[in-house]
């Protein structure tokens, strides 16, 4: 049972997955509050699957290869459209730096990149790198902005005063969150790193 490849778990990892298109169409149209609004459900949902689908595994002593695999490409997949989808629209955008939020955003992805290359050397010399606690942390910050940012355009009218600027609250937490994320992401990213020089000839 544990490699069966049709488990509830890993079936709620193909979920997240194929979602992620769905995900992506309703952040399209940043004018559209419904369709954010739907996009904040779906974002909350696949979260929450997320979550439900490790707990299953190791509930059901269903943890499998497949699932090591696909849990997280489909966390990757899912950050990575919608911090693109959000950058193409403008709005990683903000008072005091402008479209400069977009930097964290790539900070974020290009991490995600070189640490699936290192895991992927490190596991080829079958060595192994725990996941730590600040990277836990990093992991929460990055859900947090990234739902925090879809919230902002579908209420625009959750407004705050700020250092003379007015702005949207969902969005400041999420700019500021998106900044805590990458700050945690170089941190952790140099840890991997690290590690992965120490392997090397």
Known sequence: MADSMLTLPNLLTLSRIVTVPLLAALLWWPEWRLGYGLAFGVYCL????????????????????????????????????????????????????GDMHVIAGLVILLREIAVSGLREFLGGIQVSVPVSRLAKWKTTFQMICLGALILGQALPEWLITIGGFTVNLPHTVGLTTLWAAAVLTVITGWDYLRVGLKHMD
Do not use: E, H, N, W
Not at 48 to 59: E, I, N, S, W
């Open 46 to 97: 696949m979260g929450v699957t997320d979550y439900f689908d490790g707990y299953l595994a190791r509930a059901q002593g269903a943890v499998s290869k497949l699932g090591i695999f696909l849990d997280p490409i489909a966390d990757k997949i899912m950050v990575a459209a919608v911090i693109l989808v959000l950058t193409a629209q403008g709005i990683l955008r903000g008072p005091y730096v």
